[in-house]
């Protein structure tokens, strides 16, 4: 297990597919439960007694700025522009979060913890000698909405790879990940989506999965965002095991 210093929360993006709703407001900023979906992430960043935290910004960063100043302990905001993408955000995020391994969490990413608190399975099962990043993947079946053909599979090991043509991968990527900073050796310069620096990871067999064991929600669109509300409402939620 690694003791987390750092996050990053990706904040940046312009949400498009959660439009009308993202028209004048970040998607990361967008109710539910009571609390933005941000105030969500870093709460539970701050419960796992993360002191040093970045949250980048692009589309209406001013109102980002208002919501991480209003915390009690503010997160550095650093704005975008142009737009960097997933990779670059955080390669520019690199001289803020130091030289050891650190969380990445997206910033519409929305999940339940099981028995134990996510973020501290996911830094206890973290080996910085065999690992250049740690995803947190949920099981496809458990997941409901419009969700394509899946992200990854799984060895044995938990090594992570991509589906071949026409396979169906039974994980998705659910937006929090632990990341050694020389994952970013090389990367290139302007935007770049983190896929890239996967696919590398992945050749090299440097890329693992753990699996989720709380609920998770999948936010792409305001029909999502409906269902997770209702769910919590109710309390018609599930864990993903």
């Known amino acids: 297990m690694i003791t987390l210093n750092s996050a990053m929360v990706l904040a940046a993006g312009l949400g498009t597919r959660m439009r009308p709703l993202t028209e004048a407001k970040p998607k990361p900023l967008l109710p539910l439960a009571g609390r933005s979906l941000l105030d969500h992430a870093l709460d539970r960043i701050d419960a796992a007694g993360i002191g040093k935290v970045v949250v980048n910004a692009h589309w209406f ?30 390669r520019d995020a690199l001289p803020h979060l130091g030289a050891d391994p650190f969380l990445v ?11 134990t608190p996510t973020i501290e399975r996911l830094a206890h099962r973290f080996d910085a000698a065999a690992m250049d990043a740690l995803l947190l993947v949920v099981r496809a079946t458990a997941v409901e909405g419009e969700v394509g053909r899946g992200d ?8 992570v790879r991509r ?15 632990m990341v050694h900073p020389r994952l970013f050796e090389g990367a290139p310069a302007g935007s770049f989506s983190m896929n890239l620096l996967w696919n590398r990871a992945i050749e090299a067999g440097r890329l693992f999965g753990l699996v989720h064991d709380g609920a998770w929600f999948h936010l792409s669109t305001p029909v999502d965002l409906r269902r997770a509300e209702a769910a919590l409402a109710t309390g018609l939620t599930r864990p993903l095991f």
């Open 61 to 90: 960063p001013e109102q980002v700025e208002a919501v991480c100043t209003a915390r009690p302990n503010p997160p550095t905001v650093l704005r975008e522009e142009p737009v960097q993408e997933t990779g670059g955000g955080v």
């Open 105 to 115: 969490v997206n910033g519409d990413a929305y999940w339940l913890d099981g028995p």
């Open 152 to 159: 990854f599979l799984l060895d044995p090991l938990g090594r």
């Open 163 to 177: 589906p071949k043509e026409r396979e169906i991968a039974p994980y998705f990527y659910a937006g929090l990940q």
